[in-house]
Each structure stands twice: as structure tokens, then as C-alpha cells.
């Protein structure tokens, strides 16, 4: 005990919490950075042009809150289809697995928010300050009116992008055309000023200092990685067996008379490496799989006359001279489970009923005596016409049934909306006593019908 409390203690001049130093990757271009690249446009594209779109007169994506309904490219979803929005939530979990089992970290490395929106703050960054010399540089010197320009006019465009950012989170929730003529004539609401600032300050903090803090300390993901992958899981790696001994040589030297491998110790891996490690120094948890490493290490090879390769997409058993074997209990069943989760949404939100139809008795009264001797019970049917049209509807009592519809037979509910319509049913009063379950049928146009049941009850005769 006393050596391990000997081992807390600090030695003097040092702290037992050290700055973590700013990482700065050198920017590098390669096949992965330019599928990376082409990552970044299309998701981003997909964030922000979304809201811009229309599709069958709403907003091609938009979360209606307040109205309670989810338009997404064509689709309507209501609180009843919640189902199927947590069906998806599924898809993507699962999805997350297999991927991860397969083919490793794709997901923080192409297309995770932080690191797309890391990406762009990145490239504002080289715009103002330069490439990665330059900007350790900068940040060296003492502040002169040069620094101060290019500082300033960084923050500038990390603002307004951030706050642009946060102006178009909120227009998933807000119509985004409301929402901008709201945020020129500056009257927007408090919520939505709270939420363009909030969603707007995070992506500053995270893409702009955090960074690959996020990735290190805040994501889980990280963690438990590992409990997905086995040895013919794709990860990025460095073959050591080729690679060492490691160290510097002219390009005309072979490196085996040295009885040196093929890695000339350039540090170039890690200098473009977002997160800052040593990728030589074996799988760790900071690795996001984004491949500038093997970027890097392929145009070092290039100009060596070395074979590509050195640093690779790869598996613990490739490197240990075994084959790789993609279908493995593992994928097949986490593929297996994807396959059929996706073809059950997709079949699911294909023929999702068009119309809702719920039966609520009325609270007042559990029935009515007519003049005539009749029993009436009284209904509210509420309809939910979830199609683009207004629809006509028919309705009847099925064939046989015990009671008979009073009143009008039809209703009108436009497209969309939700109606309330009063139902009363009559029976004769010499019908069965007690409770008896009534079909209705309500029936429209494009094929719409639907069967609620509605209790009907009759009294004991006095």
C-alpha cells in the first residue's frame, strides 16, 4: 500500500494533470482522404439542403412538434407511427454493429458529426492560418497585427458557420422559410433563439477545440469497440514484420544491407494523424479509422520506390500470414438480423394504413331511451387522414350488426387533418341485453377502409 500511495504522490514541479497539447494534422491527399472528402460534402449537403427541399407541398424533412407529425421525403409519420421511427433507431444500432464487426471504426472515421463538422473547421483553419507548419508557427510568435487578423477572421467564419449550423438544426423542428423571415426581422421566438445559440455554441466548442478530445474522452464508443471486433476484423494497421527495424536512409540504399525494413521513421503517419497517436505503436482506442496514416505512408513509399502497403486496411490475422475470412458467425448473423429489420421497415411504412379510425364512447351517458323505444349510445369517431388528399368517407355497420347508424353516413377530412365526427347507433329495443361489439366500415377513395369496433350497450329492461 505504501508504494502505491507512494506512486499517487506527484514528484515535485509536476501535476498529475498534464495540458493536453493541441494536435495539429498536416493535411494530405490520398485515395481515403478523397473518399473522405466526398464524405463530408454528401452528408453535409444532406444537413443542410434538406430543409431548403419541398416534396408534396411540405418541407421535404421537417419534425413538426407542435402538430405532432414527421414529414421525411414524402412520408408523413403521426404519434401512431412512433413505432416504426424507434424500428429505424434499431436499423441504425444494429447497423452500427455489423459495420464495426466488419470493416472496423468506418463510422467515426467518414461519417460521425464530429468528425465531418471537424473536417470543415479544419479546412477554415488552413484558410486563415496556413498549412501545419504555419500554424505552429503562428501559434508560437508573439501577437503582432498579422496573428491578429488571421486569428480574428478564423473565429469569424467559425461563428457564423456554427451559428448557420444551429440556424438550420432548428429549421428541422421550425419551417426553415418561417424560421428565416423570424431571424431577419428578429423575431424569433425564445426557444428557437435558445437552440440556434446552444446547437450553434457546441458545434464550435467540439469542431473548434474539442476536437479529438471528444473522440479520446467523451465518446463511448471508443470503449466498447472492442467487444465488436475480433481478428478478421478490417482495422487500420501497421505491418511491424515489414516495417522494422525502423530508420532513416537515402532512396539508392537498399534498406536489408542496413538490416533496415521498409519504415523510415518520417513521422509522417503521425503528423496527419487527427488525433494525434502513433498508429507504429498498435491498435488504441483514439484511432477513429480515417486512414490519413495510410495516405501518408503510401506517398512515402511512392517516393521510395517501396511497395505500398506498409500501413493498410487489414486484419490480426492477415498480419500473422492467415487468411481473412469475411463470413463468420458474427456477420452473417448481425447481417442476417439487418437484412430483415430493413425489408420489415420498408414493408411496414409501404402499407401502413392510410387512415386511423378510433371509437370513444361518450362519457355522459352509456345511453339513450328514444320516444320511440329505441336505445341509442353515442360515439365520437375520430379520423385521421394521413394521405395528401382530402377524403370522402362512407360509413356503415357491418352486415348483421346489432345496431344501425344514425344520421348523415359521410364525412370530409381534408388531407392531413384530424376530425372529430359525432356517431349514434340505434337499436331495436327488444335486442339482446348487455354489451355487444358493433363493426363499423369506413370506407373511401384510393382503396382506404378500415373496421373499428364500437361497444354497444342495452340495458336490462326495467
Known amino acids: 500500500m505504501k508504494r502505491i500511495a507512494a506512486l499517487l504522490v506527484p514528484v515535485e514541479g509536476e501535476s498529475l494533470y498534464a495540458a493536453q497539447p493541441k494536435v495539429y494534422p498536416r493535411e494530405i ?7 473522405r472528402t466526398s464524405a463530408v460534402f454528401a452528408l453535409l449537403g444532406v444537413f443542410y439542403a434538406f430543409p431548403w427541399l419541398r416534396w408534396n407541398g411540405h418541407q421535404a424533412v421537417l419534425f413538426d412538434l407542435p402538430a405532432r407529425k414527421f414529414y421525411v421525403l414524402g412520408l408523413t409519420f403521426w404519434p401512431q407511427d412512433f413505432f416504426w421511427l424507434a424500428w429505424l433507431l434499431m436499423i441504425a444500432g444494429l447497423s452500427l454493429f455489423f459495420f464495426t464487426a466488419l470493416a472496423g471504426r468506418l463510422w ?23 498549412r501545419r507548419n504555419q500554424r505552429i508557427k503562428l501559434d508560437a510568435s508573439a501577437w503582432t497585427r498579422e496573428k491578429l487578423l488571421r486569428k480574428t477572421s478564423k473565429q469569424a467564419l467559425w461563428i457564423l458557420f456554427s451559428l448557420w449550423t444551429g440556424f ?9 422559410a418561417e424560421l428565416g423571415r423570424a431571424a431577419a426581422g428578429l423575431s424569433l421566438s425564445g426557444w428557437e433563439t435558445f437552440w440556434i445559440v446552444f446547437y450553434g455554441f457546441a458545434t464550435y466548442g467540439n469542431a473548434g477545440y474539442l476536437r479529438e478530445q471528444v473522440c479520446k474522452y467523451m465518446c463511448p464508443y471508443a470503449r466498447f469497440q472492442s467487444a465488436m471486433f475480433d481478428r478478421d476484423t478490417l482495422i487500420v494497421s501497421y505491418d511491424g514484420a515489414r516495417g522494422e527495424p525502423r530508420g532513416a536512409r537515402r532512396r539508392s540504399v537498399d534498406p536489408r544491407a542496413l538490416g533496415l525494413g521498409d519504415c523510415v ?7 496527419v494523424c487527427p488525433t494525434g497517436i502513433d498508429i507504429r505503436d498498435g491498435l488504441q482506442i483514439e484511432c477513429i479509422a480515417c486512414a490519413s496514416c495510410i495516405d501518408a505512408c503510401d506517398a512515402v513509399m511512392d517516393k521510395m520506390g517501396y511497395a505500398r502497403g506498409l500501413v493498410r486496411y487489414t486484419t490480426d490475422n492477415m498480419l500473422g500470414g492467415n487468411p481473412q475470412r469475411v463470413l463468420r458467425p458474427r456477420i452473417v448473423l448481425y447481417g442476417t438480423l439487418l437484412a430483415s429489420l430493413v425489408a420489415t421497415f420498408a414493408w411496414g411504412v409501404a402499407h401502413r394504413a392510410p387512415l386511423i379510425v378510433e371509437v370513444l364512447r361518450d362519457r355522459n351517458a352509456l345511453y339513450r331511451e328514444t320516444a320511440e323505444g329505441a336505445i341509442e349510445n353515442s360515439y365520437t369517431l375520430k379520423l385521421v387522414n394521413k394521405t395528401d388528399r382530402a377524403q370522402q368517407l362512407a360509413l356503415a355497420t357491418a352486415p348483421g350488426a346489432a345496431a344501425d347508424i344514425v344520421g348523415s353516413p359521410s364525412t370530409t377530412v381534408g388531407a392531413g387533418e384530424v376530425a372529430n365526427v359525432p356517431l349514434t347507433l340505434r337499436a331495436h ?9 358493433v363493426t363499423l366500415v369506413v370506407s373511401g377513395g384510393d382503396d382506404i377502409r378500415a373496421t373499428p369496433i364500437a361497444q354497444f350497450f342495452v340495458p336490462e329492461p326495467k
Open 265 to 271: 521513421d518520417c513521422d509522417a503517419c503521425v503528423q
Open 108 to 130: 467515426c472515421g467518414y461519417a460521425c458529426p464530429q468528425t465531418v463538422w471537424t473536417e470543415v473547421f479544419l479546412w477554415i483553419e488552413r484558410l486563415c492560418e496556413g
Open 29 to 35: 491527399d490520398g485515395r481515403f482522404a478523397r473518399l
Open 168 to 176: 438550420t438544426f432548428v429549421g428541422f423542428f421550425t419551417p426553415i
Open 429 to 437: 329495443r327488444d335486442a339482446a341485453r348487455g354489451m355487444h361489439a
